[in-house]
């Protein structure tokens, strides 16, 4: 069987080679007559070099036949099951039903190799949670969920917010009580609708002043689309389902220092304009203005 799978192994090799050399022939016919060959007798130097390509391929085929001579004949047909009768098959459609059924094969092959390293790979690793009872009448605590939470709370967070900063004009409208969509203004750089549910931050779309509220447009301008795209990203990383109100307060304090937008640069190439565009990030921890390909 070894023996068998090292002829195998020559003969492909040998056809590899023979490949290659085929290829250089037709690079040097289709190349046609070459700087290198000089002014004199550059005819002849071509019929030369092609001579020598040909008489290498001719022995490389010399090779790939003497290399298929030694193969041993397979013993019989090979079993290949219910896919033998899909050769009976004259609709166009489904005479390429067998190369599908090959490469299914290959792919749960694959899965179900991968499934056997994920799971060693997890028995290595318990992820089994350990909980200590000091008392057995002692009950859990009910956790309150964010989602529902009464109107009030959500108002005077908005309230306490808008005592933070204020340079910021918040307008809240309940268009689904009672979670809110506030309107946050920052001066005459921009707004921003932003949709709650409960006291988390569900939604975020930046826009200018002269555009309208509508929560889910996108803005026209590319600049508050980045912004857009960059609010998204610190409320996920700002969100705390332990502590809502706080995760409220550190997106309002970040979003506040894009007041600076268009008058800010940036902290790294020290530009107002790199691609046509201010600095549209701001650092999650510093709050420092930065380009999207300088962050």
């Known amino acids: 069987m070894?023996?068998?799978?090292?002829?195998?192994?020559?003969?492909?090799?040998?056809?590899?080679?023979?490949?290659?050399?085929?290829?250089?022939?037709?690079?040097?016919?289709?190349n046609g007559l070459r700087a290198d060959h000089g002014d004199e007798g550059k005819e002849s130097k071509f019929v030369h070099e092609l001579q020598e390509l040909l008489t290498t391929v001719n022995n490389n085929l010399r090779d790939v036949e003497n290399a298929v001579s030694n193969l041993t004949p397979p013993p019989g047909a090979f079993s290949l099951g219910n896919t033998t009768y899909?050769?009976?098959?004259?609709?166009?459609?489904?005479?390429?039903?067998?190369?599908?059924l090959v490469n299914s094969y290959k792919w749960t092959d694959k899965i179900r190799e991968y499934s056997a390293v994920a799971g060693n790979i997890l028995a290595a690793n318990s992820f089994n949670k350990t909980y200590k009872t000091f008392s057995t009448t002692k009950r859990r605590k009910t956790q309150t969920s964010n989602h529902n939470v009464p109107p009030e709370v959500i108002e005077n967070l908005i309230t306490s917010i808008d005592r933070l900063f204020p340079d910021v004009t918040?307008?809240?409208?309940?268009?689904?009580?009672?979670?809110p969509v506030i309107q946050v203004s920052l001066g005459r750089v921009l707004k921003a609708?932003?949709?709650?549910?409960?006291?988390?931050?569900?939604?975020?779309?930046?826009?200018?002043?002269?555009?309208?509220?509508d929560l889910?447009?996108?803005?026209?301008?590319?600049?508050?689309?980045?912004?857009?795209?960059?609010?998204?990203?610190?409320?996920c990383h700002f969100h705390s389902p332990m502590m809502p109100e706080l995760a409220v307060r550190s997106f309002m304090h970040w979003f506040h220092s894009y007041n600076t937008l268009f008058s800010a640069p940036c902290k790294r190439?020290?530009?107002?304009?790199?691609?046509?565009l201010p600095p549209t990030w701001?650092?999650?921890?510093t709050l420092e203005p930065y380009h999207e390909e300088c962050k």
Request: charged letters at 25%.
């Open 2 to 30: 070894e023996r068998d799978i090292e002829q195998l192994n020559s003969a492909l090799s040998a056809i590899k080679v023979l490949r290659s050399n085929v290829r250089n022939v037709f690079d040097s016919v289709s």
């Open 86 to 100: 899909l050769s009976q098959e004259t609709t166009q459609e489904r005479q390429a039903l067998y190369g599908q």
């Open 170 to 179: 918040f307008t809240t409208n309940r268009p689904l009580v009672p979670n």
């Open 193 to 213: 609708i932003i949709a709650f549910k409960g006291l988390m931050i569900e939604w975020v779309a930046v826009k200018a002043h002269a555009e309208s509220n």
């Open 216 to 235: 889910w447009a996108e803005s026209r301008y590319k600049v508050f689309r980045k912004v857009t795209e960059n609010c998204h990203a610190a409320m």
């Open 269 to 276: 190439c020290g530009n107002h304009l790199h691609t046509t």
């Open 282 to 285: 701001r650092d999650l921890r």
